[in-house]
C-alpha cells in the first residue's frame, strides 16, 4: 500500500490526477471519471419516511420501483442531476447509529428558516439534543421516521462554515 501524505499529492508523479476538487485538493486519477453519486439507506418505515423527504423535507421524488431485483424503493433528487439519494424497503428493524444522518446545507439562516417551514407547519419540532457542533454551528436537527437525523445547516460546508470550539485543528 502506498501511503501519500496531504503534501505529496500535488508532486510530479502522484497517484492522484492533477483534475481538483471545489476544495482544490487534488482528485483521485481512478475517480476522474465518476458520473454521479447515490446513497441509500433501509426504511422499516418506508411510505412515511417516502412521504417526510418528500413532503415535509421538499426533496423531489424522481422515481420509485417495485420488486426491481427484489427491492422496492424510491430515489429522491438532490443538487444536481448527478447525486441522488434512495430509501429501500427493509424487513424486520433497523436501528439508526448516531452519526447516520443528511445534513442540508444552506447560505444563510433565512434560507435554512425557510427550508424548516413545512415540518414546523406540520407540527414536526426539532429535536432537544443534537450533535453539539450542530448546537454551536446554528444547525437544527429533525428526526426522520426511521429516527436518523436531518440537519438543516444556515451554512455551506467549505464555503461559509462557521468556527465552531473544538471542531478542527
Do not use: K
Not at 431485483?69 to 439519494?85: D, E, K, Q
Not at 437544527?140 to 471542531?167: K, Q
Amino acid at each position: 500500500m502506498n501511503n501519500v501524505g496531504i503534501h505529496d499529492l500535488d508532486r510530479p508523479g502522484s497517484p492522484l490526477d492533477a483534475a481538483t476538487s471545489p476544495f482544490g485538493a487534488p482528485w483521485p486519477r481512478g475517480l476522474r471519471g465518476l458520473g454521479g453519486l447515490r446513497f441509500a439507506w433501509g426504511s422499516v418505515r418506508f411510505d412515511a419516511s417516502v412521504a417526510f423527504y418528500r413532503d415535509l423535507v421538499g426533496l423531489p421524488l424522481l422515481e420509485t420501483f417495485e420488486n426491481s431485483y427484489g427491492s422496492t424503493g424510491a430515489i429522491f433528487g438532490l443538487p444536481g442531476a448527478a447525486l441522488t439519494f434512495e430509501l429501500v424497503r427493509a424487513g424486520g428493524s433497523i436501528e439508526a447509529h448516531a452519526h447516520e444522518r443528511m445534513c442540508l446545507y444552506f447560505p444563510d439562516e433565512r434560507t435554512r428558516n425557510a427550508a424548516t417551514g413545512r415540518l414546523r407547519a406540520a407540527g414536526i419540532e426539532p429535536i432537544a439534543e443534537q450533535h453539539p457542533y450542530w448546537s454551536a454551528t446554528g444547525g437544527i436537527t429533525f428526526l426522520d421516521p426511521d429516527g436518523r437525523e436531518v440537519v438543516f445547516a444556515p451554512f455551506v460546508y467549505g464555503t461559509n462554515e462557521p468556527s465552531a470550539p473544538g471542531h478542527g485543528a
